[in-house]
């Protein structure tokens, strides 16, 4: 069951996606992005490597703690993340709620050349063509305000449209429907939408779930180096950060502080 938090985002998504089609119609989105020419870039692909894979997230605000960085210039952070050893970046293109903007999206992606992710909250097959325009190279499908039906959906038209799909799970029925709907790269949230509380040890305990080929991905809480280190012993080596990265006063030094070099590799998860 959805929030109250969730339930109002649900509410102004699906406006917004209305208000949306009043200027162009879905018809007319699915042709703009049949003719969409760009070079994907490997989102999930840079997430298959060996080490520690961080996904650098260019976030102003958040609804449990307001603006982080309201001055943020998307670009100066895209470049510090790359030049940081960032695998990909994360923008938040929703506005009422994180301050962000699709100009944020597509600032970031001209600045670099790593993949980048669509942080926002995907309720309508509209906001995945969207996506695709703007340049995205993958999108969040959170399946805890989708359908299992929606989920599945979604995902084999981004695999139609050659986009990469991070899902995000927070719970065990979250994984299961995830899983049903074929989900391959699969964010584990720490962060509890219900209360915000957040607890690192959520992914520890949410991994023994997924299935073997599936590619988890920590999400929230992660602040040091010493969450990263929990975090990978248990069989983790992706991250989604945003918060800390964004606060940091030198991001790009922060960022290779957490990649770092391990004395010697984990061994994986079978």
Do not use: W
Request: charged content about 30%; proline content about 4%.
């Amino acid at each position: 069951m959805k929030t109250d938090f969730l339930s109002r985002i649900v509410e102004q998504k699906e406006e917004e996606v209305r208000t949306a089609k009043t200027r162009v119609s879905e018809n007319r989105l699915i042709r703009d992005a049949s003719s969409v020419c760009r070079e994907a870039r490997p989102f999930m692909r840079n997430l298959e490597r060996p080490g520690i894979n961080i996904i650098a997230e260019i976030k102003r605000a958040s609804p449990s703690k307001g603006l982080i960085c309201p001055n943020l210039n998307p670009a100066e952070y895209a470049s510090d993340y790359e030049k940081g050893g960032a695998a990909a970046l994360s923008v938040l293109t929703d506005t009422p709620y994180f301050q962000g903007s699709f100009e944020d999206l597509k600032t970031a992606r001209a600045a670099v050349s790593l993949p980048v992710l669509r942080k926002d909250f995907l309720i309508s097959s509209y906001q995945i063509y969207e996506s695709l325009i703007l340049g995205a190279d993958a999108v969040l499908l959170i399946a805890r305000i989708l359908s299992r039906e929606q989920l599945r959906d979604y995902l084999n038209l981004c695999k139609e449209l050659k986009l990469d799909a991070l899902v995000e799970v927070h719970s065990e029925q979250d994984i299961e429907a995830a899983t049903s709907a074929g989900a391959r790269l699969v964010g584990i949230n720490n962060r509890n939408l219900s209360s915000f509380e957040t607890d690192i040890k959520n992914a520890v305990s949410m991994l023994s779930l997924l299935n073997s080929d599936q590619i988890p991905v920590a999400e929230s809480g992660i602040r040091g180096k010493e969450d990263i280190e929990i975090l990978r012993k248990a069989g983790i080596h992706n991250f989604l950060i945003g918060e800390s990265l964004v606060r940091a006063s030198d991001p790009r030094a922060f960022l290779k502080s957490l990649i770092g070099e391990a004395d010697r590799p984990y061994v994986k998860r079978v």
